[in-house]
């Protein structure tokens, strides 16, 4: 699975949340300043092309659908990340961010708790 651009992370992101969709549904769904159609068509066909979304026609609109669900690319994403800045070890990476106090000792402890309930 290839990693996504900034702009395309954004964009599924967004597809992710509305399902099947149109550019235009994508456009009213960001933020001010909002990309320009033409930009997000462009994205939303690198997307396609990639293989993270399909394309279906309704009419004179194109519908497009996630391809790839949300959790199987962050799983993916996440993967390499710790494998490319942690050395393969999720370890490292908990430890990191308690160590730069980006996880309280109440985070640790949720996560120990998830842990031991498998999920």
């Known amino acids: 699975m290839e990693k996504l651009t900034k702009q395309e992370e954004e964009t599924m992101q967004l597809i992710w949340q509305l399902g099947a969709c149109t550019v235009r549904a994508i456009v009213e769904q960001m933020p001010e300043p909002k990309t320009p159609y033409t930009t997000v068509a462009s994205i939303v066909s ?6 993270f979304v399909t394309q279906s026609r309704q009419g004179n609109t194109y519908i497009y659908t996630p391809a790839i669900a949300e959790n ?18 999720f370890k ?11 996880l309280s000792p109440e985070d640790l402890q949720d996560i120990i708790h998830e842990i031991e309930k498998g999920s």
């Open 72 to 89: 199987d690319y962050k799983s993916k994403f996440m993967t390499g990340f710790v494998r490319d800045y942690f050395k393969n070890s």
């Open 46 to 51: 690198n997307l396609k092309t990639k293989g």
């Open 92 to 102: 490292d990476m908990v430890s990191f961010f308690a160590k730069d106090e980006k």
